[in-house]
């Protein structure tokens, strides 16, 4: 079966400081990669997508920026973080296909002080 | 473009009676319809999808949803609420044109249910 881990599950950064949160899937290949972020326990904004390695979309333009290294592998990263970049960030993966469900991580909560 | 609207913040029900989430959507072309769940600070959690065929999908944990074509409507329904269902509802829905479309989510729906 498939599993998705990510790390870490809660996180403190002062503003300024660097990010990264590794996303990983284990028991498929090729998998759709996708980072999330909800703002107060609510709706999703979709940040970034991939659809193999090396290859990643951007859907909003701001302070974050994601790659996928290896097949199973999804970071997301910062070089200096904003207040504004405070929430719960959720990685998903997928099966190719508009049928297939997504499959989310337990998140990272990020707090900005 | 792509959008879901699920109408209540909130949905109080006791435990034992029936439950109803409502959703409508808006897509171009047939849509692929989703639900999800989440539990305080985990993540979503995939319950049941309409893709074609029958109206009527079941799912996970006893929930089941009603899609309506007329309507534009998916709504969620369990015939016998817990107080464990108590989470936050996510309905979601993606076209079915071909090439990469992203799903979109409703703003979520909490559901409470009181013993």
Same mark, same amino acid.
């Given at each position: ?34 980072? @999330? ?11 970034? @997508? ?64 | ?42 993540? =979503?959690?995939? =319950? ?68």
């Amino acid at each position: 079966s498939q599993t998705i881990h990510q790390w870490p599950a809660t996180l403190v950064q002062p503003v300024g400081s660097p990010l990264s949160l590794e996303c990983t899937v284990e028991g498929t290949s090729n998998p759709n990669l996708y980072w @999330y972020r909800q703002a107060a326990g609510r709706g999703l904004q979709l940040l970034f @997508y991939s659809v193999g390695i090396g290859q990643i979309s951007s859907e909003v333009p701001q302070n974050l920026s994601a790659s996928r290294p290896q097949d199973r592998q999804f970071i997301l990263s910062s070089k200096k973080l904003l207040l504004s970049d405070s929430g719960f960030y959720l990685c998903a993966w997928s099966w190719a296909g508009g049928s297939q469900p997504q499959h989310f991580g337990d998140g990272t909560r990020l707090s900005i002080l | 473009a792509q959008s879901v609207a699920q109408p209540e913040d909130q949905v109080n029900v006791a435990e034992g009676n029936p439950l109803t989430v409502k959703c409508t959507y808006s897509v171009s072309g047939n849509p692929y319809l989703f639900w999800y769940v989440q539990y305080p600070n985990r993540g =979503l959690q995939f =319950l049941l999808k309409y893709i074609t065929g029958d109206n009527l999908v079941k799912g996970s944990y006893g929930f089941e949803a009603e899609f309506n074509k007329s309507q534009t409507s998916f709504h969620l329904k369990k015939p016998s609420a817990l107080v464990s269902d108590s989470a936050l509802y996510f309905c979601a829905v993606r076209g079915s044109n071909t090439g990469f479309q992203k799903l979109v989510f409703g703003t979520g729906t909490r559901l409470l249910v009181s013993p």
